[in-house]
C-alpha cells in the first residue's frame, strides 16, 4: 500500500508491518523480528522487499505446491553455495512439533497438513512459502522441504525467490 503524503510503501512480511521510505531510502519495522528481518538479515530482505514492491502483480494464488528446483532456473537451488539450509530446519524442529509451529505463528504463519508437520509462511503477501518437516524414525533421519505457490514466478525472478527461501530459512532458524 503506498501512502502518497508521506512517499512511503507498506507492506506486511513474516507478519511484521515494514515500511519503505522513498523520501529517507530507508526500510523500518518497529518490532524485534522486524529489526531481525530487515538488519541482521538485511541481505537477504532489503533487495527482495524492493524487488516484490517493483514487481507484484495482481494474480491470484494458483494454490499449487512446487518445489524450488522445477521452476524455469530453479537449478540455481540445488547447485553450489545457494542450496537451501533444509537440513538445519530438520535439526531443529525434528522431534519438537510445538516449537516449529509457535515459531511459525510468530512469524504470521499457519500450521497446513503436510508431511509430519507444516507451515504456510508469508515472506511477501502474494508469495507464500510451505515449510515441511518429517520426523526421524528408525530408518530415516528427518528431513525439511520448501515449497512455493506455483504463481511466484510473475512476481519474482528467480534469484530474488532464492533470497526470499534462505529468508524464510533464517528467519525460522533465528533464536530470540
Not at 542450496?83 to 500450521?111: V, W, Y
Not at 507451515?119 to 530408518?139: G, K, T, Y
Request: proline letters at 5%; a negative charge.
Amino acid at each position: 500500500m503506498y501512502d502518497e503524503e508521506l512517499s512511503t510503501y507498506a507492506l506486511i512480511c513474516f507478519g511484521q508491518n515494514i515500511k519503505v521510505s522513498l523520501l529517507d531510502r530507508n526500510v523500518s519495522g518497529s518490532a524485534d523480528t522486524a529489526d531481525t528481518l530487515i538488519n541482521e538479515l538485511g541481505d537477504y530482505s532489503r533487495l527482495s522487499i524492493l524487488n516484490y514492491l517493483v514487481n507484484v502483480k495482481e494474480i491470484s494464488l494458483t494454490g499449487q505446491l512446487v518445489r524450488p528446483a522445477d521452476l524455469s532456473g530453479g537449478d540455481l537451488f540445488v547447485r553450489g553455495t545457494h542450496i537451501l539450509p533444509l537440513d538445519k530446519i530438520a535439526d531443529l524442529f525434528n522431534n519438537d512439533k510445538d516449537a516449529f509451529i509457535k515459531k511459525g505463528q510468530e512469524l504470521g504463519g499457519s500450521q497446513i497438513e503436510y508431511g509430519d508437520i507444516s507451515l504456510r509462511l508469508f515472506p511477501f503477501p502474494r508469495v507464500p512459502i510451505v515449510l515441511i518437516v518429517w520426523s526421524s524414525d528408525d530408518e530415516f533421519p528427518p528431513k525439511s522441504s520448501l515449497l512455493f505457490d506455483s504463481s511466484c514466478t510473475f512476481h519474482m525472478p528467480i534469484d530474488i525467490l532464492w533470497s526470499t527461501a534462505m529468508l524464510t530459512v533464517e528467519m525460522m532458524l533465528h533464536q530470540d
